[in-house]
Each structure stands twice: as C-alpha cells, then as structure tokens.
C-alpha cells in the first residue's frame, strides 16, 4: 500500500519534530535522493511504489554515488546537502526520515534493502538487528 503524500511526511514531521512541513520534505527529498543511490533493481522499485509519488521519483532518479556510503558518510552527506545542517541534525534527519520509510515497506522488504546497504545502515533506519 501507498502512503499518501500528507501521511509520509505527517511521519517525518513528527519523528523529526520539524516546526514545518517544508523541512520535513527537505529532509526527505535528500535523504531519499542519496538512498536510491544505494538501492538497484527490484528492491529499489518496491519500495518506490510504497511511497507517495514525488518520492519515488526521486528514490527511482537518485545522486548518483561512486561507492556505497557508510552510515557515517551518508550522515555526513546528508549535512552536506541540507542548507545549515550539522553531522548531529543530519543524523536526526536521517532517522526521522529512514524510520518512515521503514514501516512503509514492512518487514520483508526492509530485509531486503539492508541485504543491499554497508553493515550497521539498520541503526540508521531504527530497526537495529540482532547480534
């Protein structure tokens, strides 16, 4: 199923206790632009379709990346793309936005993207694995 729009980012808002929507959707748009960079084939395309549209597009058309981030260079490139954004309000960004995405594809999809992520991504999405 879905999510619409107003509902993802009503999540993201929430979690990242933004004053507004427009900086619940600017966390989103780049954090999603720098996931789809890690995520190819099927995975990427299941989770795009669990997103409202302008998300997917971007998950779908992402920055491109020479290598897969570490969830510490992801942190720090999502600081780097956010205007005035510091590494620790980059991780919260990360993880307000992340954790939406994570109950938006359920459980046998998110198996399925950490399989495609660096080790240790699934902190970044809140949903730490068992040792």
Do not use: C
Request: proline letters at 5%; glycine letters at 6%.
């Amino acid at each position: 199923m879905t999510l619409r729009r107003e509902a993802f980012l009503g999540h993201v808002k929430e979690r990242g206790k933004y004053d507004s929507t427009e900086e619940a959707e600017r966390a989103a748009l780049v954090v999603l632009a720098l996931l789809g960079a890690h995520l190819v084939g099927d995975v990427r395309a299941q989770l795009a379709a669990r997103l409202p549209e302008a998300f997917a597009l971007i998950l779908l058309n992402p920055l491109q990346s020479a290598e897969p981030l570490t969830p510490e260079r992801f942190v720090r490139a999502t600081a780097a793309w956010i205007e005035g954004a510091t590494e620790q309000t980059a991780a919260w960004d990360v993880g307000a936005v992340l954790s939406t995405v994570a109950d938006a594809a359920g459980e046998d999809l998110m198996g399925q993207i950490l399989l495609q992520l660096p080790a240790d991504y699934d902190l970044l999405f809140g949903r730490p694995r068992p040792t």
